[in-house]
């Protein structure tokens, strides 16, 4: 019997870690002029191009019940066990729907070993937590050691990043903690993260370039105390950007450093023209 490992599609893993692992993905969906479709089939540079000129800012949904149904039973019908690791659920109704689904499961499949878990955040803070348990999941760990590889990395991971301005942030309604900077758009620029599952906070900077340094510092600095696990840069839709922060950091670190785009579902809460890095520490 073997551990199948599941998340959703804004964990924004690289493709050679989904196929290594066999991480199973459901996809959330991007309603855009009316018209629903799965986050997976969207082409990033089409979405973007057309989020500029659509007549409303385009909405995110969670994975449809069927899609979520029928990958968890066909892993239980193998017989083989599941760690379900979802979008932070102060963010989406995701990891609700899935312990729904669980339960479906389990009335047809009575010894379905299913355990969902909270990431209590998104894009590749979750990725990596999923890689992890994807990882120790190969090597025919226990369930119980899976699932503590991947808290492991929750706990211990950070997600830094500047928006291009909080207009989609506060269209979309996940602004979270950070809802106070409102009062002073036009004077800063903040440095956001993920903390107790919702948008917050981190730093509050004058210039793109202070917010970009700046995470930089915050990066190395914790890095330097607790040790690297490992490290990714993301951006929405300003890949230049992206790979000259990407090389700051390698230059720092003396490591390759990737890079890797934000898709639709967070990219239209977030907006183009944001930048970040991902991380978690030893």
């Given at each position: 019997m073997a551990i199948k490992i599941v998340t959703d599609s804004t964990s924004y893993i690289p493709t050679e870690y989904i196929d290594k692992y066999d991480i199973k993905i459901v996809s959330l969906n991007v309603v855009m002029d009316g018209v629903s479709r799965r986050e997976v089939d969207i082409d990033n540079n089409y979405f973007y191009e057309e989020m500029k000129i659509c007549s409303e800012i385009p909405k995110s949904s969670q994975p449809i019940p069927e899609e979520m149904l029928d990958t968890f039973k066909g892993i239980v019908k193998d017989g083989d066990s599941i760690v379900g690791i979802f979008l932070s659920s102060k963010m989406s109704g995701t990891y609700s729907n899935a312990n729904m689904i669980k339960n479906m499961i389990l009335e047809d499949y009575p010894k379905a070993d299913i355990h969902i878990l909270d990431s209590k955040t998104n894009c590749m803070q979750m990725g990596f937590a999923v890689i992890k348990a994807g990882e120790a999941a190969s090597e025919n760990k226990s369930i119980n050691e899976v699932i503590d590889e991947a808290n492991y990395v929750i706990n211990n991971s950070k997600f830094l990043f500047t928006p291009e301005t909080l207009e989609y942030l506060k269209k979309g309604g996940r602004i979270g903690k950070a809802s106070a900077l409102f009062g002073n758009l036009l004077q800063i620029k903040p440095i956001l993260t993920v903390a107790e599952g919702e948008t917050s906070v981190f730093k509050k900077v004058r210039t793109r370039k202070k917010a970009v340094d700046e995470i930089v510092s915050a990066v190395l600095e914790d890095i330097e105390t607790k040790g690297l696990g490992d490290v990714i840069v993301h951006h929405i839709n300003c890949e230049d950007d992206g790979i000259k922060l990407a090389q700051a950091l390698e230059n720092k670190l003396g490591?390759?450093?990737?890079?890797?785009?934000?898709?639709?579902?967070?990219?239209?809460?977030?907006?183009?023209?944001?930048?970040?890095?991902?991380?978690?520490?030893?």
């Open positions: 490591k390759k450093v990737s890079l890797q785009y934000i898709g639709p579902v967070i990219g239209l809460h977030v907006g183009p023209g944001s930048i970040g890095i991902t991380y978690y520490t030893k």
